[in-house]
């Protein structure tokens, strides 16, 4: 696929693919052959290296294929760049008609995809507003609530410094009856 790609984004983003790929293989043989050079069992051990080192053999030829494919992906879009000079310069109506057809092809499916794009996040914000709306309206509720709260407890402690205050008055009246009729 990659050595057939004549364009080069389309190239870009293979090679990043396949070079992730053969890194996460790459790993994959570390890890196993730190695990086999753990291992106790000198036989189990041996074949396990064996096999390892069969996997590096196929991974290097991988990498070698993947080396060739991008060398002949360069190839072919240096090709497809001269045959698009050639029609640019030659005047070739028809491969102007077929390039900017496929060009209006390319640019309506982005924009559909952007409008479409546009659209979803456009019913996220609308939700997120909703969602916002909700919350303003129950903590407005909440604020209200906690200052009806809040009114009470002022007037409760205005009830209970009263009472506190009458409490002692009675205490000291108390005493005094007290006094007054130990005296008599």
């Not at 790993?27 to 291992?39: L, Y």
């Not at 096999?51 to 196929?58: A, E, F, G, P, V």
């Not at 491969?95 to 496929?102: A, I, V």
């Amino acid at each position: 696929e990659l050595s057939k790609c004549t364009d080069q984004r389309e190239s870009v983003n293979l090679n990043s693919r396949i070079r992730s790929l053969l890194a996460k293989e790459e790993e994959k043989i570390v890890q196993s052959t730190q695990t086999a050079e753990e291992m106790d069992d000198e036989t189990e051990k041996s074949k396990a290296l064996t096999c390892i080192k069969q996997d590096q053999t196929t991974l290097d030829g991988l990498r070698a294929e993947f080396r060739n494919a991008n060398a002949k992906s360069k190839i072919e879009q240096g090709k497809q760049a001269k045959r698009d000079r050639a029609s640019l310069l030659s005047g070739s109506a028809d491969g102007l008609k077929h390039r900017s057809q496929k060009q209006l092809e390319s640019n309506l499916q982005k924009s559909q995809s952007v409008t479409q794009s546009l659209r979803y996040t456009r019913q996220l914000m609308a939700s997120e507003l909703d969602r916002s709306a909700i919350t303003m309206q129950t903590m407005e509720s909440s604020s209200k609530t906690l200052k009806t709260a809040h009114t009470e407890f002022q007037n409760l402690d205005g009830a209970l410094q009263q009472s506190s205050g009458i409490l002692t008055k009675l205490g000291r009246r108390d005493v005094q009856d007290k006094v007054m009729v130990g005296i008599a």
